[in-house]
T-cell receptor
């Protein structure tokens, strides 16, 4: 199993550009989440999904869109990038049955917005 | 609403010394508790977790943590620090029912000197 994969690893954008951060998992997990990590702030939840076709907002959703058309994939879209979105982004997944409460994290995407 | 407080953004120890990283939480229901470790430029790796049962939990790399309900704490310890333990450590909390998002503390950077 590859676990949780994220692409790209690094990205530089100009203000106003759009892009999609890709996330995929091969563990057949129902639950997937996107977090951003900023120095001194820990990880903050952007959006999450409890299954294909179902998404919801987290703590810091503004400026981001998500969709979940398959169990495996959960892309994060930046509609119009802003310097405040410079961050490291992590995707995570976990199972939905009892005893599968551990979230597994991808390696992250480091995004810089100029 | 849940919250996590990690005391000390940086903790410095000498190699061989006791490691103690503090975590206090706030939750309206008995929580699930997690410690994750992040090595430089990597994703998060689960160290240990408490869900139910024994309150002293052992994890990987010689770490352990004790859930103390009366103190709303889940401090992480290791008897003897190793240089390879230098990393950032995150405490996180979630509710046990259904899908519950993880709420993270701001993290503690562990520095280990020879």
């Amino acid at each position: 199993n590859a676990g949780v994969t994220q692409t790209p690893k690094f990205q530089v954008l100009k203000t106003g550009q759009s892009m999609t951060l890709q996330c995929a998992q091969d563990m057949n997990h129902e639950y997937m989440s996107w977090y951003r990590q900023d120095p001194g702030m820990g990880l903050r939840l952007i959006h999450y999904s409890v299954g294909a076709g179902i998404t919801d907002q987290g703590e810091v959703p503004n400026g981001y869109n998500v969709s979940r058309s398959t169990t495996e994939d959960f892309p994060l879209r930046l509609l119009s990038a802003a310097p405040s979105q410079t961050s490291v982004y992590f995707c995570a997944s976990r199972g939905s049955t009892a005893g599968t409460d551990t979230q597994y994290f991808g390696p992250g995407t480091r995004l810089t917005v100029l | 609403a849940q919250s996590v407080t990690q005391l000390g953004s940086h903790v410095s120890v000498s190699e061989g010394a006791l490691v103690l990283l503090r975590c206090n939480y706030s939750s309206s229901v008995p929580p699930y508790l997690f410690w994750y470790v992040q090595y430089p430029n990597q994703g998060l790796q689960l160290l240990l977790k408490y869900t139910t049962g024994a309150t002293l939990v052992k994890g990987i790399n010689g770490f352990e943590a004790e859930f103390k309900k009366s103190e709303t704490s889940f401090h992480l310890t290791k008897p003897s620090a190793h240089m390879s333990d230098a990393a950032e450590y995150f405490c996180a909390v979630s509710e046990p029912s259904g899908y519950s998002t993880l709420t993270f503390g701001k993290g503690t950077m562990l520095l280990v000197s020879p």
